[in-house]
């Protein structure tokens, strides 16, 4: 059993940085991949970026390539999301994950944190 606690959302600029943290408890982290997905107003949830148990592998959505950069610390069992350049279309609920697998070629999660909030005004 994994549990997930995202922090670091607020209020920024359009171009302005932000990094997002997810801590979890529960010793199986490493053994986890973990992502974070965004949900916007009335939008569906979506998938935002992946990394390995290892932190060897990445995988983005293609509007965040180059600007948002995932990372992990498995001996502080924590995941991390620095975004960059941040765009008004980036606001959403962002929700850190751990276990993701494709289903229907679509990522979802077995664990999942509460969301943080990304406001970024134009």
């Known amino acids: 059993q994994v549990q997930l606690v995202a922090s670091g959302g607020g209020l920024v600029h359009a171009g302005d940085s932000l990094r997002l943290s997810c801590a979890a408890s529960?010793?199986?982290?490493?053994?986890?991949?973990m992502g974070w997905f965004r949900q916007a107003p009335g939008k569906e949830r979506e998938f935002v970026a992946r990394?390995?148990?290892?932190?060897?592998?990445?995988d983005y959505r293609e509007a965040v390539k180059g600007r948002f950069t995932i990372s992990r610390d498995n001996a502080k069992n924590t995941g991390y999301l620095q975004m960059n350049s941040l765009k008004p279309e980036d606001t959403a609920v962002y929700y850190c994950?751990?276990?993701?697998?494709?289903?229907?070629?679509?990522?979802?999660?077995?664990?999942w944190g509460q969301g943080t909030q990304v406001t970024v005004s134009s």
């Open positions: 990394i390995n148990w290892s932190g060897t592998n990445t």
């Open positions: 529960g010793r199986t982290f490493s053994s986890y991949s």
């Open positions: 994950a751990a276990d993701l697998t494709t289903v229907r070629s679509r990522w979802d999660a077995r664990y």
